[in-house]
């Protein structure tokens, strides 16, 4: 198996991208250790793991808070031994669509400071303990906004770039210690719209220009090479892929999982 007796810890696990990349890790051989702010879905990840025979644990924690990431990391570690693969899947609603002038300060600065606060403590929390054991694989999750251009795209731009930066920037750093930071950028996902807050941030896009949301996801499809949009366990099977030894020399990376809306 491609995690056989790894220690992951996923923060935002009972979210979508969370739920499906713990499954497959779980399968995978890794035991898996979710945490999240949502009881209801942590139990509900859980369960869906259980059921398969996989190995997991939930905690409630906040992925903003350091010290409270902190106390949860180093209780896993301590417990088993380390931690071998830390995959920050947070996610939260945020404004897209609106141009510059209909936008205020504080929604540009929602993502930007959400998504690279959250992963700068979850990383941190996580890079002690992989340097001092010589190993460990940092995941992180961007978005198409990084590489596009046009209206309503400004928060969502600076987020996704800054978030790629500070991936390579810390790839860098930890590297020498044996550290592989791997950034995924997948495009919207289909099959995440009813359960994740995609579903009603592309439902206020698309009512922008007075188009259902079916109909705007379509023409999103459309801008792709693969002429769809990605599915959840296709981005789980990479993740989990790239936190295996299979992807050992694997590091300071932004894999495109856009299905070709961004050709590299």
């Not at 770039?161 to 790839?171: I, T």
Request: charged share 15%; with cysteine.
């Amino acid at each position: 198996m491609l995690l056989e007796d790894k220690v992951a810890v996923i923060h935002g696990g009972g979210g979508s991208v969370g739920a499906a990349a713990a499954q497959v890790f779980a399968r995978e051989g890794a035991r898996v250790f979710l945490a999240g702010r949502s009881l209801p879905r942590l139990e509900a990840a859980a369960s869906s793991i259980r059921a398969g025979g996989g190995s997991v644990e939930i905690a409630v924690v906040d992925a903003m808070d350091q010290d409270a990431v902190d106390r949860h990391v180093d209780a896993v570690a301590r417990a088993h031994g380390g931690i071998d693969v830390a995959l920050n899947a947070v996610g939260f609603d945020h404004v897209q669509g609106l141009a510059i002038g209909d936008t205020s300060l504080a929604d540009y600065l929602h993502p930007v400071t959400g998504y690279l606060q959250t992963n700068f403590v979850t990383a941190k929390a996580a890079a002690r303990h992989m340097t001092a054991q010589g190993g460990g694989v940092i995941l992180t999750i961007s978005t198409p906004g990084a590489r596009l251009t046009g209206r309503g795209l400004i928060g969502n731009a600076a987020q996704s770039a800054g978030l790629e930066g500070f991936s390579r920037a810390l790839a860098g750093e930890l590297g020498p210690a044996g550290v592989r930071v791997v950034c995924v950028r997948p495009n919207a996902l289909l099959d995440a719209v009813g359960t994740s807050y995609t579903g009603e941030m592309f439902g206020r896009i698309a009512a922008l220009t007075a188009t259902p949301r079916a109909d705007w996801l379509a023409g999103l499809a459309g801008n792709t090479l693969l002429d769809r949009l990605p599915l959840l366990d296709e981005v789980a099977e990479y993740l989990a892929f790239a936190a295996s030894d299979r992807a050992r020399s694997m590091t300071g990376v932004v894999a495109n999982l856009t299905a070709g809306m961004i050709v590299d």
